[in-house]
C-alpha cells in the first residue's frame, strides 16, 4: 500500500480537538486491548501496582497462586484509590486506606469494618479483563475486545526469536511530550525523518532500503539494516560483542520496529530491545514511558546498559521536539495535509486505519478478520 | 436516618463535571449565605477587605460608626478592584486605585475626578447583603436567602457556651485541595475514617460511640469523647489545662462537629476551636483556609497555640490526601456508587440535601421548614 | 463623541467568554491586518522568522532580491514549523527540519528527497498576504482586507515627521498580562486613569487638556502636552537634548498616542517613540511585546536609552496591572458597565467599533468608508 504521493495525511482537527481526543480516549485506549507494561514489576504473591489507563485507574494483584489479577483500581465504599497511582506495595491483602476496609488478593471483600451485619450487596473489587503476553500485561477495560492472541497474531513469532518474556528493565524513563499521541505513532513509524532528525542513529543505522513486514494481523512494522560500520544501537556503534542467539542471519544486522496499536512499540536490536508505552493525557499532550530491556546473560555478565541508553535518550528528544513542532505547526489553521512519501507507507497504513475507526467507531487493533468464504 | 447498608453515594459526575460544578457555584454559593471569615478580621473603623466568594470579589469595610458593611468590590466606573483580593488595607475613604474615583465608607460615591457636571446616573456601590453571626460575616450575593438566623438555628444555642464571639483566631493556614468541595465535607462528616486515616487523633480520641446532633435547621453535626487518656486534641494528648466554663460536663470532654452549608465547619473541642472555609475553584479544585481561634484568657495567660496548630496541621493534611484519592478513583469511568456505612449517617443526610438541592435549584441551606398544620 | 457620562463600557462577557475571545480571534485578529513587527529585525537576504498571529504560525522570509515574503510557517509535507517561532535564522534555502524537505527563498518547493518521481502536486509553501508601512511588517491572514494603506489611511502622514521607517530599535521586552486584549486597548486610550496609576509619568507629562485626532481612517489617537518643568519622557524628565527636526512647534513639547486596531500602539515623544504589539492568547490573556525605537543620530551619538526604557518599563507594569484587577473585578457577575468619563471619548470610540463589528462579523480595522453620493 505505498501512498505514491496521492494519499494525505489526517486534516488537522484529528489532533487538535478536545471532541476527537475523548473518542479516541473512549474507543481506543478503553475499548481494546492496552500495555500495562511489564508483568515482572510485580515479583511475589502480594505485589500490587496502581496503573493507569488513559486517565482510568487499574489495579494489578499478584494473588498467591502468583497469578497477576486486574480490578479497577477504587475501592467499593466510596470511590478511594486502592493503591496510589504509579506505585507498588506488597501486602497480604488489598487495603483501603480511607476506611480500612480490605480485600482477598482475588479481589472479594474481607471485611469491611464496623457493619453488623455486614453488607449484603456484592461489594467485590470489579475485576478487568487482563492478559499476558511474552512479559507484557495487557488490560482490555471494555471487557469485549477480542482475545489478545488474536490482536497480537503473528507479532508472536516475529519476536519469538528475541525471547522477550526472558529479558530485564535495566532503565526507564518517562517523557512528557506537548503532541497528540498519533504524532509520536506517526514518528515512529518512518525512518524518513532519520537523516534529518537523528544524526546519531543515522551513523549506525541505514535510513532506507528496508522492509516493511506484512502482519497478518493488527500490529505493524519494518525493519532496516545497521551500518557496516556499526555493530550496535550505541552513540559510537560499539555494543555489548553479543546477539541474540536465534536470530537468523537477517535479523543479527538488522533494527526492527514493530507497532501494536495504539499504545505499545518495540524495537528490536541484535543485542537489546526498547519499548515505548503511551499514554494520552489531553489532545496536545501524551506520556511515553521508554524502557530498556537486556537479555539476562548480559545483566549477569555486568554489561553496562548505558551505551543503549544514552542512544536511545538522544533518539528520543530529537523525535519529541519534531512532533511538538508539528503540532504547534498544524494549529492556527494554516495546514493542508499534505502528500506521504513513499517511505511513509506505514504511516499511511496507519492513518487509513484511525480513519476507519473514526468511522465504524473502532477499536483500532482490529483481530484477524474473518476469511469471507467464497461466494 | 441511618443509611443501613442500603443508601449510596452520588453518581462520578457530581464530583467530575463542570456543568454540575457551575450549577453549584450559582446555586449553593452565590445563591445563599457563605462565610468571609471572622468579622475581627476588620478592627478598626476604615478597615477595608477584598474577599472571594466562589471567584465573585466581595468588598467588607467597618464604617466611621464601627459597623460592617459589604459590596460588590467592584469600582461602578470601569470595574476596577476597590481591594486588591486578599488584601487589607485601612484607609478614610473607599479609593479606586484605576482612575481615583472615591466612595465613602457607607459605599456612596463621593467624586468622580473631572465630571462636570458629576455623573447624574447612580454610582454607589453596589451593597451584597450580609449579617454576623458570633464573630463570623456572612455574604449573600443573592440578595433573598431566608434570613442568617433561621439558616443558623439552633446552632446559635449549641455553640453559645463557647462563646466564639469572644474567641482570638491565633493560627491560620490556606491549603489548596485537588479535589471536589463536596468530597471535603463528606470527608468532614464521619469518623468511620479516623483509625485508619489519622492514627495521631486516633489516639486522643474516640472514633466511635458518639452520637449525631438532631438540629431543628440546615447545619448537621455530631460529637466524640475524648480517649480517658487524653486532656486535649493535640499530638499527646495533654493541652493548656483549661477548659471553655461554660460548658457541661459532657462537652467539657468531647470533641464536637459541626457543618453549616455549604461552606464553615466548626470544631469544637474543651478548650479551642478550629473552623474550615471552603472556597470551590473548579469541579477538582478546593481552598480550605483553616483558622485555630482561642479564648482570650489563654491567649492573655501565654499559652502557645502549637499543641492545637501541629495537631490539626497534621490533621489536615490526612484528610486532603484522602480527599484527593478519592477524587482521582472515582474519575476514569470505574467508580460505581457504593453503600454507605452505619457511621456514615452525617454524611448520608448531607447528600439527600444536596440531591434534593440539584431537583429543585436549592439553595443547600435550608431555613427551617414551615410547619405544615395538620388538616 | 463625547461620552458625556451616558455612553457605558462593554458588558462583562465581552472580557471573560471563550466563545467571544474565539470570535475576536478569527475576525479581529485573522481577519485582517496585524502587526508582524519591524520589518529590519530580517536584515539580510536569507533571513527567516518564525511568528505568531494569534495562535496561527507566520514565516517570513528575506529572499534573494532583498524582499520580504511571509508563509504559512507549516511545511506542505506533514506540518512541522519551517522556523521555530520566536527565532531568527540565516539560511540560503528554507529547510525543515524533520524530514529536510527544502523550498526556495520564494516559497517554491526545491527538493522533497526520496521521490521518484516528484511529488506532482502544487507543494510550495502557502503564501500570506503582507505588506511593509514606514518600517512595520504587517499580514492578513485572510487574504481579503482592503489594501493596508486604505486602513492606515492618514496616520500615515501623522506618523511622517518622526520618520519611522529610519528609527532603530534600541530595546524589546514581552509581558505576560493576566487580561483580555481590550483592557489592554481601552487603557491605552485615555489618561484618566494617569494621575492614580502613573504617578512618575505624570510629574512630566499633562494628565489633561489635550486632543484627540480626528482621523479619516481606522486609526485612534490623541496628545498631551510635556510639563513645562521636562524635556523627555524619563523618570526624571531630562532627555537626550534632542528633538526630531521635523516636527512642528507643537509636536516638539507632545507625547502622541495612536492606535492602529486591533494590535499596534504607536506612541511619539519628541526625542523616541516605543511601541506595543498585542498577542491575544485567551480571554483572560495577552502578550504584549514592547519595543523601544530611537533615531539613528541618537544612536550614533552613543546616546543611552535607559532613560526611556526605565520610563516605559515603569509605566508598563503599572497599566498590567490595572488591567489585571479590572479582569478580576468583572468576573464573577458582580460588574455593571459603568458611564464612560468625558476624558474617555477615545475609549468610547473603540467600544463602538467593537460592538458594531460584532454585529457585522468584523473586522475592527475598517478602510475610509465610502462616501455615499447625495442623493
Known amino acids: 500500500m505505498r501512498p505514491a504521493g496521492r494519499a494525505r495525511g489526517l486534516p488537522a482537527a484529528a489532533y487538535t480537538s478536545d471532541r476527537v481526543f475523548a473518542f479516541e480516549r473512549d474507543r481506543f485506549w478503553r475499548g481494546g486491548w492496552t500495555c500495562l507494561g511489564r508483568a515482572d514489576r510485580l515479583a511475589e504473591p502480594g505485589d500490587q501496582a496502581g496503573l493507569d489507563v488513559a486517565g482510568a485507574g487499574v489495579l494489578v494483584v499478584r494473588d498467591a497462586a502468583g497469578r497477576l489479577r486486574t480490578f479497577r483500581n477504587t475501592c467499593r465504599h466510596r470511590g478511594h484509590e486502592l493503591v496510589a497511582r504509579d506505585c507498588v506495595v506488597r501486602r497480604p491483602t488489598v487495603w483501603c486506606a480511607y476506611h480500612a476496609w480490605v480485600y482477598r488478593l482475588d479481589g472479594t471483600l474481607r471485611n469491611a469494618p464496623r457493619y453488623d451485619p455486614p453488607p449484603d450487596a ?45 529479558l530485564r528493565v535495566v532503565a526507564s524513563r518517562s517523557y512528557d511530550v506537548a503532541a497528540n499521541w498519533k504524532l509520536v505513532v506517526e514518528n515512529y513509524l518512518e525512518c524518513y525523518h532519520c537523516p534529518s532528525t537523528h544524526p546519531q542513529l543515522s551513523r549506525v543505522q541505514r535510513t532506507e532500503g528496508g522492509e516493511s513486514f506484512t502482519p497478518t494481523d493488527g500490529w505493524l512494522g519494518g525493519h532496516l539494516d545497521l551500518r557496516n560500520s556499526a555493530n550496535a544501537m550505541s552513540l559510537d556503534g560499539t555494543g555489548p560483542g553479543w546477539t541474540f542467539p536465534r536470530l537468523d542471519e537477517d535479523a543479527a544486522r538488522q533494527v526492527r520496529y514493530h507497532l501494536l496499536p495504539p499504545d505499545l512499540f518495540v524495537t ?44 536511545w535518550h538522544t533518539t528520543n528528544r530529537q523525535d519529541w521536539a519534531a512532533c511538538e513542532s508539528v503540532q504547534r505547526g498544524i494549529s492556527g489553521g494554516g495546514y493542508r495535509p499534505g502528500p506521504l512519501a513513499p517511505h511513509e507507507d506505514l504511516l499511511h497504513t496507519f492513518l487509513v486505519r484511525v480513519a476507519t475507526a473514526y468511522r465504524t467507531g473502532g477499536p483500532l487493533s482490529p483481530a484477524r478478520p474473518t476469511v469471507e468464504p467464497a461466494p
Open 122 to 166: 456484592d461489594l467485590d473489587l470489579l475485576p478487568v479483563r487482563s492478559a499476558q503476553w511474552r512479559g507484557w500485561l495487557f488490560a482490555d477495560l471494555s471487557g469485549d475486545a477480542p482475545p489478545l492472541p488474536d490482536v497480537v497474531g503473528d507479532l508472536d513469532s516475529v519476536l519469538a526469536p528475541y525471547r522477550p518474556e526472558e
Open 268 to 311: 528490536a536490536t541484535p543485542d537489546h530491545l526498547v519499548t515505548h508505552r503511551l499514554v494520552p493525557v489531553a489532545t496536545d499532550r501524551t506520556r511515553v514511558e521508554c524502557e530498556w530491556l537486556l537479555p539476562a546473560e548480559l545483566v549477569a555478565a555486568g554489561t553496562d546498559p548505558g551505551y543503549a541508553v544514552d542512544f
